[in-house]
């Protein structure tokens, strides 16, 4: 009504159009996205080989080479585009009210297109299953009512938390749950060096999710001593997954986070003697549970015998030397598939026991120059995205995930590391406001205030009509004019 006031007033002004809000997903769609990410948390590449899915292998039928939980997500977006008839329609509102997530999508469908010219079906995907498959889940997720972002949280939180359980316990004895399986090889257990993998599909990955799981939990604002000891299980977990990358960045970021409360507690006078003393509680408690854990039990015993520059690390700063041995054309279009274990081979790297673990790189070594520049710019434009959705801490989140990220083969192979982080961040900007205290009365609206009723003396006063008397003519009282 003001905007068409204004132009009243004003034809000159400009026409002011408000935003198109698409509608909510249906609650059949919203389902379908949970129960997809409930599936990247509790099936991995790992049950699916020992259920006779070459999921994660080459060869076989290109079909079986997705995900699942992909195909859930994909039906979980047909199911909103087709609720109101017109899918294509839908899909074109959707995009212009969500344009980072579009960028995305158009921009892996493009990579995808450009991958099956020059690496084939493997590496498409590949791409399907560690990059587009998190737009897809987006376009479903991203307009979500709060109460189903709570929702989501709690199912995640509860599934993270089920994936640590798991791990402390294969560390503590020693036996896996599922076994692992690096391309066609299983490892069986003893190991070496023993690492929980719960029900992912590597312990790095078990590593970055357990990572999620602590900011996410900051996220919920749950009872103080349920998050203090919620944190304190998660870091055993991250103990047992043995992922050290995920270890030093998250602990970095909580020490970073608290010291930045502190600092702007005290700059604003609002620090206290029981916050203090809670933080360094909190601290020295953290502290002493990584001290029994390493010294009383083996649940760290890959930390403690591997915390130097081992083969694994020695692999992040050899893949660097790739980029020397390409020639003119495939730093332009590519590696081919066939002559890429050649050029691995040559720096000293041996598939699939070690190979390019920076996701960017084997991006830029697959696709070259020209599809890498697309790949980078929808890569950009989801992280814009999530980062203009996530409150605090799920920003910390998505800084510490992605780092971590580029230290392993996390996203480089078939991950779902980008989709569950999307999921993730969404479930935390549910708690992103303070809900109301259980029992609180919720704040009443401000009485709205009656027109200003013009005096009498401003209105001529007029002569009864034949048959009324002042008091048969109630609006005679207030001043107003006499209707006919």
Known sequence: MTNALSRHLNPLAPRISPAYAPPPPPRLSVALAMLSLAMQLTISANLLMIMGIHYNIPGGSPIVKINPATYV?????????FEGGDPFGALLRLFAANRLIAIFVIAFVLCIGYSLVTIGVTGSASLIDSYLSAGILMLVLCDISMAQRRVLGFIMASLYILNVTIAV???????????????????????P???????YDHPLTGAMMTSMAMFLLLQMRLRPLVTAALLGWCLVGLLAFGGRAA?????????????WSLIAELFHRRLTALRLLSVIGGLLLAIGIAWLVITQTSIADRLVTQDYVDSSAKVRITEWLIPKLMNFREVMLGVEVDRLPYIEYQVGLVPPFSGIENFALLA?????VVGF??????????????????????????????????????????????FVLAGALVAASGFASRRPA???????????????????ALIP???????????????????LPSQR
């Open 193 to 199: 060096v023993f690492r929980g993998v719960a029900l």
């Open 438 to 456: 259980r029992g609180a009365a919720s704040p009443m609206p401000a009485p709205l205030r009656a027109p200003p009723v013009p005096s009498a």
């Open 169 to 191: 316990g294969e560390s503590l004895t020693r036996h896996l749950l599922i076994g692992l399986y690096v391309g066609v090889y299983q490892y069986k257990a003893p190991f």
């Open 373 to 418: 520049t697309v790949y980078l710019v929808g890569f950009l434009a989801l992280m814009a995205d999530l980062w203009r959705r996530s409150a605090l801490y799920g920003r910390v989140m998505l800084v510490v995930v992605i780092s971590v990220a580029s230290t392993s083969n996390s996203l480089g192979a078939k991950s779902n590391i980008l």
């Open 73 to 81: 997500a994909f039906l979980a977006l047909t199911v909103r585009l």
């Open 247 to 259: 270890l030093v960045a998250t602990v970095a970021a909580m020490l970073a986070l608290g010291a």
């Open 461 to 479: 006063a007029a002569p009864p009509r034949r048959g009324l008397t002042p008091l048969a003519a109630p609006h005679r009282k207030f001043g």
């Open 364 to 368: 830029f070594i697959n696709l070259g």
